[in-house]
């Protein structure tokens, strides 16, 4: 079995309550395939916080420091970031 | 009786210590029409009031509180409030600002601002009890934390009614970098303001106020504070939970994986530690209901809530409790190579407690671990004084606070006097600009920040301007709209940075100006004409956005519409600007420091830096926009006129320091 180690910054792991984990990965498996993983995992306020209707607020996703597209074929040990767009500190 | 212009309580305070007098003057109107308040008018009393050349710890150094037309009535954030001063850490302006209800509360007794002159003979606090003012004895109070002072002068007086502005020990024992802490945890933190309030013998000022404020035109404000409130309530930011997550300390996490959070005093940019010293592990973990206000707390009519309070149950720092920020979690964390949250959150509370500046004490700290690592600096006290070790950083901080040793009475300098002082190369590895140290934002990663920090009228500092249009990717479209260039929205771009930063840093002025929060401007970018775009864009009828311009003149009566709103703002940076033109300022000291054009070694900055050509070039397009002399960066003559400041002109010709 491979792995891909998700990270949860912000409201993200307060919803999931955990800050990483680590999601077993097949052979193809992308990371839309990945995101509709966790979407049922953790519900409607998970999906909720991307904010899609946020523009360029919208959650962002970065893979191994990179921002990707959802048809990105994940490797294993890639690390996914799920994350708010912030600046204000 | 009322003055003229609403918003305003209309009397000034002036306290002269050595005399122990206290005279209540109406406000002037032209000041206020031209400064508005805050920030600007504090400036211009400055420059109008303090001689040039003393000594920041004379008596004659003027100390200047403010707040706006816009404190302590009804909006969106309306609870901040400014103070000024002669710098005893950079000896040029000196200036900052904080949050709480303690601005509001000063308007509600009766006054918009205090001027301090003179040195009490023996520790005195200035009472304000609405009319009732007096100075009383603090020979009680001398030697007490920031907390203790606090929490006594609330149960001496009318508990949590009185609302109280204090010093802490350090300030009296001499640490050039001390703040005047607002009601126990807002800090007016920059610069050593706290330090001057101490040289005048002045421990605290207490405030109870039962009046009321009155609005020029009531129902116009109405609509206009109901616009702003639905354009920060549906700002994309504020929708997302920016603040209101995890307080500031969100940019931890978020800022590393940026590649901006500086480590090991810049050396670097990304910490290895960053997610243990995070605000998703000060939520985890302290931020239980046993911490002192376990929701978070927001300042005076603030939908925001960005503070965050903690709680350290058990283990070494057993009893830890009080509040936290990003800066003071990057300046004693990652920037010291700290991954122990706690020996962080523990050094960050001691510091507020002693009364100093986070960033400051921990910059100072972190100069010297890696002064020693470099063998520039001898451990002389033997504290093992390396990067990454918690227990030297957090001696460091009581050190510093008490002066005591070699280098608790180096630090006590703060990081560029005390780099001075060591000779040899020290000053290399200092992140100074007009000699005070850089906050916590890799300015080779942030181009729009770290050309702040050159620009900065009190030193390197991102909040003369908070140019998170870069950080949070704006659409391009914006960028290209607002400040003639897409790169505008690209963190590592130069394209577009010097008007971004331009509009910003009159806008910005504005905001300190008034007594509202930066968050609301630059963050969640709720300020007209940002909503505006972003709405055309999405095809959205209906944007609400907050308008400074209908705000203060719905409030006061004055008449001031957007080009007018940006004019007064750019006449706040110019007055500072012909301030710090007599403290000796020029072009040779917009600069970044040497670190910064180093490249950043490892992370998503690799590689960045912040060269000189670049920076002289930035300059050169700043200058020409701000009508600045190039070579020397004298303000010229043709824009004093413009900007109705002959008063100003007259002074700086007659000294020929104008072109």
Redesign the interface.
Known sequence: MTYVTVKY???F??ITRK?KELIPISEGMTLQDLMDILYVKYGRRFKK?F?ED???????I?IN?KVKETPYILNPGDEI?I??????? | MTFDYGGYAGKTLRIDLTKGKIIKETQSKPKLEKYLGGRGVDAKILFDELKPNINPLHSDNVLCISTGPITGLLGPTTGRINVATKSPLTDIYGNSNAGSDWGPELKYAGYDNIIIKGRAPKPVYLCIDDEHVELKDAAHLWGEGVFETTLTLQEEQRGYDTKVAAIGPAAENGVLFCSIIFNLWDAAGRTGTGTVMASKNLKAITVSGSGELRVADPERYLEIVRDGWLGVLND??F?????Q??G????V???N?Q?WLPTRNFRESTFEGA?SIS??EF??KYSTRSSPIPGGRACMSCPNRCKRFGRIESGKYAGTRGSI???GIAAFGSKCGVSDLEAVFHAYTLSNDYGMDCVSCGNAIATFMELVEEGVLEDIDKLGLRFGNADAMVEMVHRIANKQDKLGALGALGAYKAALKIGKNAVDYTTSVKGIDTI?CDPRVAKGFGFTYAISSRGSDHLRT?V?FE?????PEIGKELFGSEGACDLMSYDGKVRMVLWHENLAAITDSIGSC??MH???YAQYPVPEL?GKL?NKKEVNSIKYHDWISAATGMKIDYKKLLEIGNRIVNIERALNTRFGMRRKDDRLPKKFSKPIPK??GKGQRFPKKQLEKMLDEYYTSREWDLKTGLIKKSELIKLDMKDVLDDLDKKKLVR
């Open positions: 910054l912000m409201v792991s307060q800050r916080a904010g946020l523009g360029h607020r919208s959650a962002l970065t420091s970031l994350s708010h767009i912030v600046g204000g500190g | 994309p930011g929708l997302m939970g920016e603040h997550a995890l500031t300390p969100i940019c996490n978020w800022g994986a590649g997610d605000g998703e939520r985890d920020e990003f800066e916590a908070h998170v950080m949070i990717r704006m659409p930066r968050f630059a963050s969640y972003l999405r992370g998503p």
